[in-house]
């Protein structure tokens, strides 16, 4: 590990201007950004502590919004009893990631930036070629062992897949980050992620020096039916190979579909909305078969690679289910 300064500013403006400065990273909960330096993919040459500040930390619900603050840490929100309540998927997306101690220290903000888990990537002394790394220098999984990578969104410099739970349910409810820098704004989290294209070293809509405040959610009757369902190797502690949050409203017959939402982790290179399932599940009625048939779109342009083909098949059945315990049917 190469030295770095490490700065701990008063106030939020403070870090915000510390943080435009050179090489620089944010720490919050440090599960994720330790990490990274001690295995040698983030070589900061500043580190501003922003775990300490105050006024990030609040989580508010009312009947229109959950605005979450970016400090706010995961099992805050994960446990908080209205979200729980308005929005299941919210909580649950939470509950399934990582683990209690990682809950307890990581914030929300983090887990947004959190960098994917391809093996390549993050072993820099075995593997010269990663583009996420190093633009340039080739991708070491294109033909190594892809079996966690992406079968959607993916390029011919990169087919890491987005490793997160919880921005898998922000994109399906609309969700915006809120963002502080010259001025502050907010972007919908489905924008944030960019696609890895030919610059997959560029993962963000997030300029130096601008930090992550808070997470808007609209509050919907989707919402309030929702579910997120996680497919991975192991029950607990494990990333995503492939996950699915989903939301119905349905008509005052209480059978057929008003609503969805739709999307996916654990298969793109970002969270991934999945449009084409939602419009073909508006006017059907909820059962097996239309949730099942809707959910096959889910994988519309899918492009497997050697060891993931597995997942054009996970995807649409983690769908299906996962409507199917929203709507009640399971
Ligand atoms: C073993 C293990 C298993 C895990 N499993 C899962 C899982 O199943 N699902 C899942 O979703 N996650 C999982 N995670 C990831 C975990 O959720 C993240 O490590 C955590 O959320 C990061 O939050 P943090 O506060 O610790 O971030 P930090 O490590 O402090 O920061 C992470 C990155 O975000 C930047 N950052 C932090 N806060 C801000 C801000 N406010 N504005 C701008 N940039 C900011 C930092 O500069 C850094 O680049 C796992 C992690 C580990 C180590
Ligand atoms: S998939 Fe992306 S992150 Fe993994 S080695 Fe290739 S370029 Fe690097």
């Given at each position: ?6 700065i701990r ?5 403070a ?28 070589l ?6 922003i ?6 930390g609040?989580v508010?619900?009312?009947?229109r919004a ?7 840490k995961m ?5 908080h009893e ?10 649950e997306?939470l ?14 903000g ?15 002394a075995?593997?010269a ?8 220098s ?17 390029s011919?410099a ?14 399906a ?5 809120r ?9 919908p ?17 997030l ?9 808007d ?23 995503a ?17 008003r609503?969805a939402?739709?999307?996916l982790?654990?298969?793109?290179t ?8 939602e ?22 342009g899918?492009e ?14 983690v769908?299906a ?10």
């Open positions: 590990m190469r030295s770095f300064d490490y500013p008063s106030d939020v403006p870090a915000i201007r510390e943080g435009a400065t050179g090489e620089t990273r944010f720490l919050a909960g440090g599960t994720t950004l330790l990490d990274l330096m001690k295995c040698g993919v983030e900061p040459a500043r580190v501003v502590d775990s300490h500040l105050q006024g990030l609040d508010t619900v009312d009947d959950i605005r979450v603050g970016s400090l706010a099992a805050t929100v994960a446990d209205d979200i729980r309540t308005v929005a299941p998927v919210i909580s997306s509950w399934r990631a990582a683990s209690a101690q990682l809950r307890n220290m990581a914030s929300i983090g887990n947004l930036m959190q960098r994917t888990r391809c093996t390549y990537f993050r072993d820099p075995g593997y070629n990663c583009n996420k790394r190093v633009p340039g080739g991708c070491a999984a294109l033909d190594g062992l892809n079996r966690n990578h992406a079968i959607l969104g993916a011919e990169c087919i890491a897949t987005y490793p997160g739970d919880l921005a898998v349910a922000l994109v409810f609309d969700a915006t980050v963002i502080r820098g010259d001025v502050e704004r907010s972007v989290v489905e924008a944030f992620y960019r696609l890895p294209g030919d610059r997959p070293d560029l993962e963000h809509d300029a130096a020096g601008e930090m992550i405040v808070g997470i959610i609209p509050v919907t009757a989707a919402l309030r039916r929702s579910h997120y369902l996680k497919a991975r190797d192991r029950a607990s502690y494990e990333f190979a492939a996950s699915a949050a989903v939301g119905l409203d349905l008509e005052e017959d209480g059978r057929t579909i609503e939402r739709v999307a982790g654990g298969v793109a970002k969270p991934w909305r999945a449009r084409a399932v419009a073909a599940l508006v006017g059907h009625p909820l059962d097996e078969a239309s949730l099942r048939a809707a959910a096959a779109m889910a994988v519309e899918a497997p690679r050697e060891h993931n083909r597995f997942k054009v098949e996970l995807a649409p059945r769908v289910r996962a409507l199917m315990t929203a709507g009640g049917i399971a």
